[in-house]
């Protein structure tokens, strides 16, 4: 496999971008190998580089090696999917985003409302009320026609996340960075429209009145209602 000539030497991350990208458009295929000294060549970078970037892609399941064959690319289905540079990546490459957005929405349909029932059981009154100060946040910001800024989209992914976290369940938790991640690439791709509609905000004020009155069904119900929306 040949990889184009670079003329400056990149930072690591930017090293890992160039490669992660080309896997996911299919550019470098499942079952090309390189070595080494081809990232090197390549990137004009030093030999520690070319290893710290082979460990990193290594870490995503998205490349094997060995000594005898050198780096081999994986298959999809090796890939770690949860990562937040994999996620970051697919949504950048136009036949991967479709896929990925349909992947993890139906991950959120799954989960996020059962998240919401245990929040409204398990959450403290302080986070509760944090999240009724969040949703009237967003309703200011969006009443400004200030729905497509990082600003309204940082409280939406803050939202998101304390509905998963306040359930007290680490499993849920966990998926905080990815979910943040596909929230993150709708903005940047012009998902977020600059006034969200009226039904859009008042679900998610009416979402956190029921966590904070502890109502789990109502919780579970909206969360479904505004996933769908």
Not at 50 to 58: D, F, K, S
Not at 113 to 127: E, F, G, H, L, V
Not at 139 to 160: D, I, M
Request: glycine share 4%; net charge negative; with cysteine.
């Amino acid at each position: 496999m040949s990889m184009p000539m670079r003329p400056h030497a990149p930072l690591l991350e930017t090293v890992l971008d160039h490669i992660g990208l080309d896997i996911v458009s299919g550019k470098i295929q499942t079952g090309d190998k390189f070595t080494l000294q081809t990232l090197c060549e390549s990137f004009s970078i030093s030999r520690t580089v070319a290893r710290e970037t082979m460990r990193a892609l290594e870490h995503l399941g998205m490349v094997s090696s060995s000594r005898r064959v050198g780096i081999t690319v994986l298959p999809k289905d090796q890939w770690s999917v949860f990562s937040e540079s994999i996620i970051r990546w697919r949504l950048q490459v136009p036949t991967e985003r479709e896929a990925q957005l349909k992947s993890l929405t139906e991950l959120r349909i799954a989960v996020e409302p059962q998240a919401a029932r245990i929040t409204a059981i398990a959450a403290s009154q302080k986070d509760a009320l944090e999240m009724r100060e969040i949703a009237a946040q967003m309703a200011e910001l969006a009443s400004q026609g200030n729905g497509a800024t990082r600003e309204y989209v940082n409280l939406n992914t803050n939202y998101h996340a304390m509905v998963l976290r306040c359930s007290g369940n680490e499993m849920f938790a966990a998926l905080v960075p990815a979910i943040s991640s596909v929230i993150a690439g709708e903005f940047d791709h012009g998902s977020f429209p600059d006034v969200p509609s009226a039904e859009v905000l008042d679900t998610y004020i009416a979402l956190a009145d029921a966590i904070f009155e502890r109502n789990a069904d109502a919780a579970a119900e909206l969360t479904q209602k505004l996933l769908s929306l």
